[in-house]
């Protein structure tokens, strides 16, 4: 398995220039190739890997970029026809031009110089070395183990430049079993609630740029679209949106290490996503806390480190169970009610507590069953 670390880089303007050129070349490659490919037919990769290099003949601007970039596109674009043949995906499409997102991804090639081996990618502390563009400035906040595979140069809409590195998983240094067992609740005031008895909140900066987001947003709405003050506004949000993905990724990045770290068994609830959409108090909640992402980080993290992470069945009453004698009370589906007392057992119940003690308790039983 690999691993993923996302840098910030700093490309100089003519690194930027070389990269937007990979971007744009990444991208003719393969909808070029898409365009000659059929639903019933996708030629082998040799094969159009051959006519690549023809094609770059006839295209001199083929040349300038990443060459690792163009070959990666193909093999995307053969990724893509395998997942649409085995009926996991849809046809693929043309990329666009103005997507939200550009990239390319270049890989690692050894070089045996005369008296070491050369690699033409290669990670310093304050920068990463990457094929055509040299060394750029990077924002490498902590060292990268293991063996770096390939890389995945990127630009956001706000014109933010990152590197995602990718390295081989099994060269990474597995953290020591942690010995806990954990039931997380999906909160809807704080982020997280766990059957430990913490509730963990979003960060409080968030709350504030999201502030700002909504004005920018309605000003933006009252401006004249071909305006200097669209553009600018545009792009002040624009650059306010990653700030806040950035956040927010950043903490649940922290927030699953911390609890991978001291857990063994980690159980989540599974979330009928459609079933809450519905409810449009709890769909903003949702999209909010990015629940799912962050379930997914939990998976990921728990498969390097060995720790066993379990999914509760979707129709498993979490919250309107007593935790202590396992009576139901229905009354608790209203989301108002935060605190109640159990008609059997008369025990007091925080709602949200409750919630991840019963999902542990099911999630363990569902485990020794399996
Ligand atoms: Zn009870």
């Not at 750029?136 to 706000?158: E, L």
């Not at 700002?212 to 200097?228: D, V």
């Amino acid at each position: 398995m690999n691993m993923g670390h996302k840098i910030r880089i700093y490309p100089t303007p003519e690194q930027e220039e070389l990269c937007n050129k990979s971007f744009g070349c990444a991208r003719f490659v393969y909808n070029h190739f898409l365009g000659m490919a059929s639903e019933s037919r996708f030629e082998s990769y040799n094969k159009y890997n051959k006519q690549l290099t023809a094609l770059k003949n006839e295209l001199p601007w083929l040349k300038e970029p990443d060459k690792y970039a163009l070959q990666s596109a193909l093999e995307d674009l053969r990724d893509a026809f395998n997942r649409f043949f085995s009926r996991q995906n849809r046809y693929p499409k043309f990329k666009r031009k103005h997507g939200p997102k550009q990239s390319y991804r270049t890989y690692i090639v050894a070089n045996q110089g005369k008296d070491k081996i050369n690699y033409n990618i290669e990670l310093s502390k304050e920068a990463i070395k990457l094929p055509k563009l040299g060394w750029v400035k990077a924002n490498v906040h902590k060292p990268i183990d293991g063996q770096i595979k390939s890389v995945t140069v990127s630009k956001t809409g706000s014109g933010e430049f990152y590197a995602s590195v990718c390295v081989e998983a099994d060269s990474v240094s597995q953290i020591p079993s942690g010995n806990g067992e954990i039931g997380l609740d999906l909160g809807i005031k704080d982020f997280v609630v766990t059957s430990s008895g913490e509730k963990i909140a979003n960060p409080k900066t968030l709350a504030k740029h999201e502030k700002r987001i909504a004005l920018l947003q309605r000003n933006l709405s009252r401006k004249n679209k071909g305006s200097k003050n669209y553009a600018k506004n545009k792009a002040k949000l624009a650059k306010l949106h990653q700030k806040v993905a950035n956040i927010r990724k950043d903490f649940q990045h922290k927030l699953s290490h911390r609890i991978v770290r001291d857990n063994q068994i980690i159980i989540i609830e599974t979330l009928r996503v459609k079933n809450m959409l519905k409810n449009r108090r709890l769909s903003k909640a949702i999209s909010d806390v990015s629940w799912s992402r962050f379930a997914t980080m939990l998976e990921y993290k728990s498969k390097w480190h060995k720790r066993e992470f379990h999914k509760v069945g979707a129709f498993f009453a979490s919250s309107q169970l007593c935790h202590v004698c396992e009576h139901k009370n229905p009354d608790v589906k209203d989301l108002d009610i935060r605190v109640w007392e159990c008609p059997k057992c008369k025990t007091v119940h925080d709602r949200d507590f409750n919630a991840a003690k019963n999902i542990l308790k099911q999630g363990l039983k569902e485990l020794k069953t399996a």
